[in-house]
């Protein structure tokens, strides 16, 4: 271990460069993973830069378990559930698919490479990142059906990959290899890692509710994040699903109970933690080249040129073929899913061009052992290591940055079912609300005046709500930013007024802090800007 | 297991331990800090909790920059001018005479200390902790000036301490020592550090102005205070002093640089990060207990624990004289005297009192070198840090305890009725310069006529409200204020259920929820709500 001071020194230069490419990168027309990635890259050729140690076990146990939980508890379960046989198809039987046609096209093209070094990279390069495919599809405006699904397919496919990756490091370090066995694997890996962060979300849950400060419970949902985690590690079950199971399940009970502050500040600080955590991994990402060099068999990537190119061709082919494949078959043989609608042929060509690998796969790849239990070195351990970057790289800049185009050329877009259901959300809620106070006044000794106070409130928005009632939804937008719009000003004219007053010395900094807060929440009141973001 | 994942495991569960202690604090109403280092004490008591011996370096360079940064940040500049003179006095003035009189002491008693030694015990604990200061009397109702000259002296002290701390270790290895040579280098030390502070706190300012609206803003505000504590010391200057006044800077111009929504994320991942710093440093404190046990020669057990007690006495004694001196020492100049009334004794005595040692001394304390010049090693080393561990346990467990009592004993309470009186005066301008923009607003042609006005009655409600003649009544207002607060939660409780229903019945996605979630939530917190939790849903009338 070096000495804090040094580690510290690189931390803040890594982020430095994280927060430098990142607001960059927001700037751009392109999803940040791959300007991140890039810039990591450049900067890796730049001399004198410390070197920035990228193991398997940091990506795997510090980095991977809140990029993952975050990516749970941001994601849509109804949308989920709703497309739960299209994402298993994706997450366990593309994974496989893939697996076996990169083992077969790799054993092909590198001579003499044994079959369970071919099935350890099929393996490594079979999932997709879910951070890569969020970028992605949350920038572009594509159907929310079909982001949940990418994203659902992106959060549970490392899951049965890495069970793959097992199996195959297990046969190639032991020799021996049985199919029953990573079968059982697989069923308990899966259904072990679910009742683990099922589990430990409820644990932390109860405690939740024994604390009740909000800060605290803003830092119980990181350590949940790792909890799960290394739970799952520890049963010998997928931490990747914990975690994810975990996330999901504490999203739905964290709606209910906590207080709005906690709510509110768990928004905040998972919004940047994530941001920085994807900084750093993608920043890493493309730094780990100079490193990897080292790797490279004699003859450099020339002499892999071949079993390179066709490895990618067929990691984005098989996926291109799989979709359609999948759903004329199924509709085909089964009949009652031929009853359904047929999904439109422009999201199967989309989610099958949203194949981008990210950091389980380099992470997998790093983690190859060089030597079996017998101790004689392994071969191949550099062409696997080689080949995944290559993967990484070639889908997150090739497919990323063509997406848009695709997109647009499909003339896909947002299909306005979120912005409906806003509308009606807003309108139940406020409809609640003024029920709730004739209740309210109706059954007791309170002061009619302040129930009166409170109704005009809600009544006014409840006219404004009711005014927008079948409206376009656009048209509908266009009048909540113009409301917004005025009371930005009003907002900036209040704000004004009380420096001027603590610039004068009227109020102190402590009083300016509380009603600066007051007229910042007034403001994220009537932000506009996050409507319609997702 | 990688060694990666031990460690990562650790970390969960000193986490996991730390949320625990916090949670039963809050029931026992007992201050944080104390129950946490209690509570580390115990865990290194359990065999098979692993050692953790905490490295001066990470204290100082991972710990002290943010926690120091926010202290300031939090500090009201306004209060902190005012009570410049009584916060000097305890800041510089007590630190060096407690280093003089505890090293004096040390010396007595400790039979073989050098004097370098023993001033470099005084200048350990010297200075007491800005963290504990704040979260114990953060649940006592103290009057503000107390609370300004506590912290403000927190702020500072730490930075005389470090000097002379430095300049006993100098003496100590090398055998040299210039009085004059110290004092300049404070003033040097002091001047460049401040200077260091101010330019990161500028370029943090400069860069924010700069960024893109987002969370990369955020994460500057928190790079800020590591920037400034390294380079002021690669610079040799004070780092404690750069991270106070980059703080300080920072807090003065954060209003206008940024917009809302980086100001409410700030001060969530701030919120968060401190609770969690001060946290760990806390029950690592305690859990030193481990590490130090095997320092301890066998036997003297007894000796370091009545060294550690009388030095505690020693400190706390001149403190308590320190306050009704030095408060007439600054009275000596004739135009403070007319500015300023003597403050009451009362608050002097709670100031005296309020001295817990925590990290600080500590840290400096283990960062004692192990050999001198020549490559003897230091003598006495382990026995100061055991004395400093006993004085830190003691003013924390002694006086963090008694505080509330003490202040309540003394009849002090939070209330002068200023602050009610400023924050109501900055919502009516507010509310009023609102009104004034929407009048010209309104004059625009985009601006429905009946918006303007929904708008403007929206504030002119509020201008009543906070109208100094509207308040007849101050039991009135206050339970108006509570059934109004009430009101509020009802009606969103109300809300939230409908929403979560419509969810549950699958005629809104999650996401949409989520989205409006947050609208209630923030509207909870602007309400004053915020804090409450949800309850069930209320029966149909």
């Not at chain 1, 975050?70 to 198809?89: C, G, K």
């Not at chain 1, 300016?512 to 403001?523: K, M, S, V």
């Not at chain 2, 994460?219 to 390294?230: F, H, I, K």
């Not at chain 2, 969690?276 to 481990?290: D, K, M, P, T, V």
């Amino acid at each position: 271990m070096r000495d804090p001071q040094s580690v510290l020194q690189l931390v803040v230069l890594l982020l430095s460069l994280v927060l430098t490419l990142g607001t960059f990168a927001r700037r751009l027309p392109v999803p940040y993973p791959i300007v991140l990635v890039l810039g990591g890259l450049a900067m890796s050729f730049v001399p004198g830069l410390p070197e920035a140690p990228l193991g398997p076990e940091l990506i795997f146990t510090i980095f991977l378990p809140p990029v993952l939980w975050a990516a749970a508890f941001e994601s849509d379960l109804r949308q989920l559930r709703r497309s739960a046989m299209p994402i298993a198809s994706l997450a366990v039987g593309l994974v496989v698919v893939t697996t076996i046609a990169v083992a077969w096209v790799a054993h092909l093209t590198l001579p003499g490479i044994s079959w369970s070094s071919a099935f350890i990279l099929g393996a490594v390069v079979s999932s997709t990142d879910a951070v890569a495919a969020t970028a992605v599809a949350r920038r572009l405006g594509i159907p929310r059906k079909l982001i949940a699904q990418l994203e659902g397919e992106s959060l549970l496919n490392d899951a049965s990959a890495l069970v793959l990756y097992t199996a195959a490091v297990t046969a190639r370090v032991t020799g021996e290899f049985s199919i029953q066995a990573a079968l059982g694997d697989f069923v308990y890996d899966a259904v072990g890692g679910i009742t683990v962060g099922i589990a430990v979300a409820y644990l932390l849950h109860f405690v939740s509710r024994l604390t009740r400060d909000s800060v605290a419970n803003v830092a119980l949902t990181v350590l949940a994040a790792y909890i799960s985690w290394i739970v799952g590690e520890k049963v010998g079950a997928s931490a990747v699903l914990a975690c994810v199971a975990c996330g999901l399940t504490m999203r739905r009970h964290f709606l209910i109970s906590g207080s709005s502050a906690t709510r509110v500040q768990t928004a905040e600080v998972w919004e940047l933690l994530v941001f920085v955590l994807n900084g750093f991994i993608f920043v890493l990402l493309g730094l780990e080249w100079p490193r990897l060099a080292v790797d490279l068999p004699p003859g450099g990537v020339r002499a892999i040129a071949l079993p390179l190119m066709a490895v990618c061709a067929t990691v984005i082919l098989v996926r291109l073929a799989w979709l359609p494949g999948m759903t004329y078959g199924a509709r085909a043989l089964v009949p009652s899913i031929r009853k359904g609608p047929q999904p439109p042929r422009g999201w199967m060509l989309l989610a099958g061009w949203t194949g981008m690998r990210g950091i389980v796969t380099l992470a997998a790849a790093l983690a190859v052992p060089s030597v079996s239990v017998t101790g004689e070195s392994l071969p191949y351990r550099g062409h696997i290591v080689i080949i995944s970057f290559a993967v990484i790289l070639v889908t997150l800049v090739l497919q990323g940055l063509t997406l848009a185009p695709l997109i647009r050329w499909l003339g896909l877009k947002d299909d306005g079912e979120g912005a409906r259901e806003l509308l009606l959300a807003r309108r139940t809620a406020l409809d609640a609300s003024v029920a709730r106070l004739d209740a309210i006044k109706q059954s007791g000794p309170s002061d009619p005046q302040l129930v009166e106070m409170n109704r005009a409130f809600y009544s006014a928005r409840q006219e404004r709500a009711q005014s927008l009632d079948g409206v376009d939804p656009a048209v509908a937008h266009a009048s909540r930013v113009a409301l917004a719009s005025q009371r930005s000003e009003l907002i900036e004219a209040q704000r004004q007024a009380v420096i001027a007053l603590w610039r004068a010395g009227t109020i102190t900094d402590q009083t300016l802090a509380d009603a600066e807060r007051e007229i910042d929440l007034e403001d994220l009141m009537f932000d506009a800007r996050r409507d319609g973001s997702k | 297991m990688s060694e990666t994942f031990a460690r990562v495991e650790l970390f969960v569960m000193l986490l996991t331990a730390m949320l625990g202690l916090t949670a039963l604090a809050r029931r026992l109403l007992i201050p944080y800090p104390i129950l946490l280092v209690l509570g580390g004490l115990a865990l290194a008591f359990i065999p098979g909790v692993p050692s953790l011996a905490l490295e001066p370096d990470l204290v100082f360079v991972v710990f002290l920059p943010p926690i120091l940064w926010a202290a300031a940040y939090f500090t009201s500049l306004r209060e902190f001018r005012r009570n410049l003179r009584a916060i000097g006095l305890l800041a510089i003035g007590l630190v060096l005479i407690t280093t003089l009189v505890v090293g004096w002491v040390a010396h007595t008693i400790i039979p073989g200390i050098s004097w370098a030694a023993a001033l470099c015990l005084g200048a350990i604990v010297s200075p007491p902790d800005a963290v504990a200061a704040t979260a114990v009397l953060s649940r006592i109702g103290v009057p503000r000036p107390v609370i300004t000259v506590l912290e403000g002296e927190s702020l500072v002290n730490d930075a005389s301490a470090l000097v002379l701390y430095r300049a006993a270790v100098a003496a100590m290895v090398s055998g040299a020592f210039s009085l004059g040579a110290t004092a300049g280098s404070f003033v040097v030390v002091a001047a460049v550090g401040v200077l260091v502070g101010l330019a990161v706190g500028w370029l943090t300012r400069w860069a924010v102005r700069h960024m893109p609206e987002g969370f990369g803003q955020v994460a500057l505000t928190l790079l800020a205070p590591y920037v400034a504590w390294v380079a002021a010391e690669r610079l040799h200057a004070s780092a404690v002093l750069a991270c106070v006044a980059g703080g300080i800077y920072v807090r003065q111009h954060f209003s206008v640089e940024v917009s809302p929504l980086v100001r409410i994320q700030a001060r969530s991942v701030w919120d968060l990060v401190i609770f969690l710093l001060n946290g760990i440093i806390f029950i690592l404190i305690g859990l030193q207990l481990g590490p130090l046990r095997r320092t301890l020669a066998p036997g003297s057990i007894g000796n370091v624990l009545t060294w550690g007690i009388l030095i505690t006495i020693a400190a706390t004694v001149v403190r308590m004289l320190w306050m009704p001196l030095g408060a007439r020492l600054v009275r000596l100049d004739r135009g403070y005297r007319e500015r300023n009334p003597l403050p009451p004794a009362r608050h002097l005595i709670m100031v005296g009192w309020t001295a817990m040692r925590g990290v600080v001394s500590l840290a400096t304390a283990l960062a004692l070198p192990l050999v001198l010049a020549d490559g003897t090693p230091l003598p006495y080393r382990a026995e100061i840090i055991l004395v400093t561990f006993v004085v830190i346990l003691a003013t924390l467990v002694v006086q963090g305890l008694t505080l509330a009592p003490l202040a309540r004993w003394l009849g002090l309470s939070a209330d002068d009725g200023s602050f009610q009186q400023e924050q109501r005066l900055a919502r009516e301008h507010a509310a009023q310069a609102a009104i004034e923009r929407l009048d010209q607003v309104s004059r625009e042609e985009w601006v429905p006529p009946s918006l303007a006005s929904q708008v403007r009655g929206h504030y002119e409600r509020r201008l009543q409200r906070f109208h100094p003649d509207a308040v007849l009544d101050p039991s009135c207002s206050a339970e108006q204020a509570d059934a109004q607060r009430r009101l509020r939660h009802e009606a969103l409780v109300a809300e939230r259920h409908a929403l979560v229903g419509l969810r549950n019945r699958g005629e809104i996605s999650d996401d949409v929820l989520h989205d409006l979630e947050r609208e209630l939530d923030v509207e909870a917190l602007r309400q004053g709500v915020g804090h409450l939790t949800l309850g069930p849903p209320a029966a149909p009338a």
